[in-house]
């Protein structure tokens, strides 16, 4: 079923944020475009103020739950260092594995603007509790697309690679800071990350989603 692809897809989890305690940080949308491949690759980092880091929450981002991460994403967990060199600014990622990444900064207005040479960070704050969507959305990559509608209900279509055949699924949802609850009327619930752009499109955890 294409649903099935699409969690792959989307690399989300099903997890209820309700009671995560979390932990407080900055969370930031990268995007790196390839000059070999064409392709942009967006990743999420999480930057706790207590110097953890996650790539790519699992588990919700507002507040991101460490203690899940390292339990179900312990390969993107690790801790980080912000130091300065001949006026330059560097971040030196200490991953779970005991492996190193260091990489260039750039800020603006005291954010971080750019994480190694053309890696774009743009800060995500939250949306409001509840807030609504009403367009539709087509994947720059993908053939997943999303109608979002402000009656808190969606639509999503996906071209089913094993039939064929276009595969259509409806259910509700919620946003609530960058978390998007999506509840299939099958009972399937997937929690993604969610950030809407100043264009108006939108990047659901790891995929570009451009407004139509």
């Known amino acids: 079923m294409a649903i099935l692809f699409a969690t792959i897809l989307l690399s989300s989890c099903k997890k209820?944020?309700?009671d995560n305690p979390g932990s407080s940080g900055k969370l930031y949308v990268r995007s790196l475009y390839s000059l070999v491949t064409g392709i942009v690759y967006i990743d999420w980092y999480y930057m706790g103020d207590n110097g953890e880091f996650v790539k790519n929450p699992k588990n919700g981002v507002q507040p991101v739950d460490m203690v899940a991460e390292k339990?179900?994403?312990l390969q993107n967990t690790g801790n980080y260092t912000i130091y300065k060199?001949?006026?330059?600014?560097?971040i030196k990622i200490t991953w779970s594995s005991g492996s190193t990444t260091t990489m260039g900064l750039k800020?603006?207005?005291?954010?971080?603007?750019?994480?190694?040479?053309?890696?774009t960070m743009i800060r995500q704050t939250g949306l409001t509790k509840n807030y609504k969507l009403n367009a539709a959305y087509q994947g720059a990559s993908t053939d997943m697309n999303f109608r979002f509608n402000t009656d808190g209900t969606f639509t999503f279509k996906d071209y089913d690679l094993q039939t064929y055949k276009w595969e259509t699924y409806t259910g509700k949802y919620e946003i609530?800071?960058?978390?998007?609850n999506l509840k299939f009327d099958d009972d399937?619930?997937?929690?993604c990350m969610i950030a809407v752009l100043d264009n108006g499109d939108l990047?659901?955890?790891r995929e570009y989603y451009e407004k139509q």
């Open 16 to 18: 209820d944020e309700s």
């Open 71 to 73: 339990k179900n994403n």
């Open 85 to 90: 060199e001949n006026n330059n600014s560097y």
């Open 107 to 119: 800020y603006q207005n005291g954010d971080i603007s750019e994480m190694d040479i053309m890696g």
């Open 176 to 180: 609530n800071g960058n978390n998007l």
């Open 188 to 191: 399937t619930i997937l929690l």
């Open 203 to 205: 990047i659901i955890n």
